[in-house]
Structures are given as C-alpha cells and as structure tokens.
C-alpha cells in the first residue's frame, strides 16, 4: 500500500524525523491559507500522487507571494499529472502539499527496502540525492552506500557512522544522521513498511538534516494488524478493479495488454503471461483466483475481467489441485448469467474434476474455445485476438 507525502512525514515526525512545517490542502483558498499561516518567505505547493517523478512533470512549484500559491493551486489541483511512473493515463491531482520554504545546502539520498535475497532490510544511502537513484543505481552504482542489517541486533551506531561518514556529512550533522537513520529504521520494523525513501536528505547551512520529501510503501499482507497505517489508505490513487478484487481475496494486477487471463496460482499466473507474449500476445492482467476460491469468487473474478474495456479476449487456464475445474467451470458459467460476453473465450482445463468441469462448459450456453495444453490455448487465444471480430 502507498501513502501520499504528507501522510508519510505525519510519520516522520511522530518518529522525531525532522521535517519542514507544511500543511495538506484540498481546495484553492486551503492552499493560501496554509501558505499564510507558514509565515515563510517561499512555499513549496506540491502535487499528492502516489507516483514520483512529480518534481521534473511539473508537480512541484515554488511560490514566492501568496499570489503565486494561489495560482499554482488552481493550476495543479484537478490537472492529469503524468510521470514516468504513472504511465501515459497520469493521475489526477486531488490534494496539495503546501510547505515552508528551506534552505539548502546540500541533497542526499535514503533508502530502506527488503533484500529478498539476504532476507534483511538494506540501508541505502548516496550523495546524490534529488536524482533519480535508479539512473544512479545504472550508471553509477559505485555512489551508492549499503548497509545490511542484522535482526537480531537493529542498524548498530557503528553502521550509521559509517553511512554518515560515507556520505560525507560534517561532524555535527554526522551526530543527527546516525540517530536520524535509526528512528528510520525503527519506523520501517514498527509499521511493517517495505519501502522507506526520502530524496531529498537535505543538509542546511546550520547543518541540520531535514526529509524534504517522503516515500513509503507497507506490506499488504501486514494491514490487518496496523490500523493507523490503513487509515492513511487513499482508494482513489488505486486502479478500481484492483480494489474489487481485493474484497473477493483475489490477488489482480492490471496491465496494459489485451488478453485478459484467470489462472490458479503465482507461478502458473506468470507462465501463462510468458506463453502467451511469447505467441505475440499481450495480457491485460495478472489474476491469480488462488486454490480455495468459491464459485462465487470465480464468477466475481470473471466480472472483473471483462470490465476491462481494452480486453479483446479471456484465456483461462487452470490447473485443478486444490482449485476444482468444475468449480472453475460453475463460476464462468455464472458470471456469464450477469455480464456480456462478446469477445473470444478460450479455457484449458485439467486436473481434479476435469471431466466435470468441461461437462458444465459444454451444456451451458458459453461459447468457449476448448484447449488441451498451455501451449494450444496461448496460440488460440492470440489468434482469436488477431482475427476480425
């Protein structure tokens, strides 16, 4: 799950990370009275999506008068903001950020984030803060500083020293960074975050060290036991039909393909996206219904699936295990009952209850391509894709 900005520096501070003064504001007069009430000689008015990049799209502005607040809030707010991580749809601005102006001395890069291979949180850190890391990361990976941390023991005094002398940070703001970098990481442990960024780290002429922006993701599976970071949750940054596959447990991403897929499990989900680009397909989804889904849930995931305008067609593969075909065949049949199907269905079925399962196909009213391997219902389904409708 993403949160905005501001919602991350509420947190910031709540940890004692220092953050510049700034309010959120959600309409044109808000903006200029937060502006009014900083009292500063510049305010920053920042778009709120959940997507970075906003600095180079034109999402971040800096005012001098309150004039310029207001003109830059009616500017942004309502405004499609497109990034190069929003995609070419870019997201609507529905919030502002308006924050005191500050001054700055030098940019630094933060990062926490899950290593999967060592299975501990790296600490990440660079002088070249205010780019994009990953271009860092590409082209100059030597300027990037690692830290791993033991689980056991936490990111020790010791490794803060080193990523704050590594960083190049004088002695006074060297103090600051070691007790900054580990409340971070206190508050990465403690709100089951999977990605904690700030970029910039700013360093002032007073030496002082200041989190001028915030990104951070928490882990989904861990929600149901944080009940203040699923508070900050904002349903209108998330893509609608991933929201309602999410009331039925069904694990859907959307992309940008055609051919929507429904398959049981992670691995089989993935193999099916390769086949079916291999055949010069392009999926339109990722949608794993799992092994214990009802027929209901079947039915709700197929509704979900051709709600997608740009799906020309659906291949569903399913491999029964626990997952029952026949149960997969029922929830076709009746989501089918409620939504028009009118573009190519193609279904490979096998495993427990197969024969069950093509029997319902087959004496329902579906019109359905029936496959027998991976391999034939990839080339069906992009052929069917293909053809004139």
């Known amino acids: 799950m993403n949160i905005h900005e501001y919602q991350g520096k509420e947190l910031f501070r709540a940890y004692g990370v220092p953050v510049p003064r700034g309010h959120v504001a959600f309409s044109i007069e808000e903006a200029v009275s937060h502006a009014k009430e900083l009292d500063s000689n510049i305010a920053a008015v920042k778009a709120q999506i959940h997507a970075g990049g906003r600095g180079k799209a034109g999402g971040v502005k800096i005012a001098k008068t309150h004039e310029e607040v207001r003109t830059y809030a009616k500017e942004l707010l309502g405004k499609t903001l497109v990034t190069h991580q929003t995609g070419e749809e870019g997201q609507v601005i529905q919030r502002l950020l308006i924050e005191e102006g500050v001054d700055i001395e030098r940019e630094y890069y933060i990062g926490l984030v899950l290593n999967r291979e060592t299975g501990r949180v790296s600490f990440m850190a660079s002088k070249e803060g205010g780019m994009d890391i990953e271009e860092v990361a590409e082209n100059t990976p030597e ?10 023991v936490g990111l020790t005094a010791f490794q803060g020293r080193r990523i704050a002398y590594g960083l190049g940070l004088p002695k006074k703001a060297a103090k600051q960074g070691v007790e900054l970098f580990q409340k971070l990481y206190k508050l990465y442990l403690q709100t089951d ?3 904690i960024e700030i970029n910039p780290l700013i360093i002032t002429r007073e030496e002082k060290l200041i989190a001028l922006d915030a990104k951070l993701n928490f882990d989904d599976n861990a929600l149901s036991r944080q009940e203040g970071i699923r508070g900050y949750r904002d349903e209108s940054e998330e893509d609608p039909k991933e ?16 051919i929507g897929c429904m398959v049981n499990g992670a691995g089989l989900a993935m193999a099916t996206m390769d086949i079916i680009k291999h055949y010069g397909g392009s999926p339109a989804n990722f949608l794993d219904v799992g092994g214990s ?9 197929f509704r979900i699936l051709l709600s997608d305008e740009n799906v020309k067609g659906v291949f569903v593969n399913i491999f029964g295990g626990i997952m029952k075909c026949d149960v ?3 929830g076709i049949v009746e989501a089918l009952k409620t939504v028009e199907m009118n573009v190519p269905l193609v279904v490979r ?7 069950k399962g093509r029997e319902i ?4 009213q579906v019109e359905v391509l029936s496959a027998f391997s991976m391999d034939d219902g990839a080339k069906k389904i992009v052929k069917a894709t293909k053809s004139p409708q």
Do not use: F, H, Q
């Open 293 to 301: 889904a009802t027929r209901e849930n079947v039915a709700n995931a």
């Open 243 to 258: 929201l309602e596959a999410g009331k039925y447990d069904l694990s859907y991403i959307a992309l940008d393909g055609n």
């Open 143 to 152: 300027k990037i500083l690692y830290e791993e941390i033991d689980p056991l």
């Open 361 to 364: 196909l087959a004496n329902s």
């Open 193 to 195: 975050a999977s990605i």
């Open 349 to 355: 079925l096998e495993g427990t209850n197969v024969d």
């Open 328 to 330: 997969i065949a029922a």
